[in-house]
């Protein structure tokens, strides 16, 4: 017989866990994922034991094991959310941060993420970049990475050896992500929907619908994806 307590501990107590887990990292940030130190390291195993240690203790006998399909289904449910929505997408796992902007290093963006000169050091380092001089972008990752764009002259080619000017390389801006504009990229670059729509025109696209990501590159190229490639 069906212990009906048992039971809706068996779904409540992991849903609390995950939730609270879910918020919990969130807040601690993205170093968990990516230059994790020795103390970082035992904070997220004390988290995840602590979580686990509840739901075990709460629920008695082979309930536990519904409590482990339950966390499994969220995960998956979580995941499916994410996928269809850019605003969650943002929310949970984060955004891209631009740390280093046209070679100066962006103090704000490093203090709202509580990234420091020691993190950031490491980081160039482990991109064989020991001069922050060296570097054009600098972005760190929802995931924690590091990514690095030197100066077009310091790029692995033969321009600087012979003295041949390079023109700027830029960030290439996401204006259209699962067949939404992005808004806010247009207004920060004063770029217009006319342009935009006349754009799309030139390459014959008529829904914006059909499109899973278009950038525009700093030399003004258009790339387009769709979502069903014709291959």
Same mark, same amino acid.
């Given at each position: ?11 409540l107590n992991p849903t609390v866990v995950y939730f609270l887990l879910l918020i919990l990292t969130r807040l601690i940030g993205r170093k968990l994922l990516e230059q994790v130190t020795f103390f970082d390291f035992v904070i997220g195993i004390t988290l995840g034991t602590i979580g686990g240690a509840f739901v075990a203790t709460e629920v ?31 929310? *949970? ?18 203090? !709202? ?31 924690? !990475?590091?990514?690095?764009? !030197? ?9 600087? /050896? ?21 808004? /806010? ?23 914006? =619908? =059909? *499109? ?15 979502? !069903? =490639?014709?291959?």
């Amino acid at each position: 017989m069906i212990n009906l307590r048992e039971f809706y501990q068996a779904i409540l107590n992991p849903t609390v866990v995950y939730f609270l887990l879910l918020i919990l990292t969130r807040l601690i940030g993205r170093k968990l994922l990516e230059q994790v130190t020795f103390f970082d390291f035992v904070i997220g195993i004390t988290l995840g034991t602590i979580g686990g240690a509840f739901v075990a203790t709460e629920v008695k006998g082979f309930y536990v094991l519904i409590s482990a399909i339950v966390m499994a289904f969220l995960v998956y449910i979580t995941d499916v959310f994410i996928l269809k929505s850019i605003t969650l997408r943002k929310l *949970i796992e984060g955004e891209p941060v631009i740390i280093i902007q046209k070679g100066k290093i962006l103090e704000k963006n490093m203090s !709202k993420i509580r990234y420091n000169q020691d993190d950031l050091m490491m980081q160039l380092r482990s991109k064989d970049v020991f001069n922050i001089s060296e570097v054009e972008y600098a972005i760190l990752e929802p995931d924690g !990475k590091l990514s690095v764009l !030197k100066k077009s002259s310091l790029l692995p080619l033969t321009s600087k /050896d012979l003295n041949i000017l390079t023109n700027k390389k830029g960030l290439s801006l996401e204006i259209i992500r699962d067949g939404k504009i992005q808004e /806010d990229i247009l207004n920060e670059n004063n770029l217009s929907y006319e342009w935009l729509y006349s754009m799309l025109m030139t390459l014959n696209i008529n829904k914006l =619908d =059909d *499109i899973f990501i278009a950038t525009l590159s700093s030399d003004g190229q258009l790339y387009v994806d769709f979502k !069903k =490639d014709r291959l």
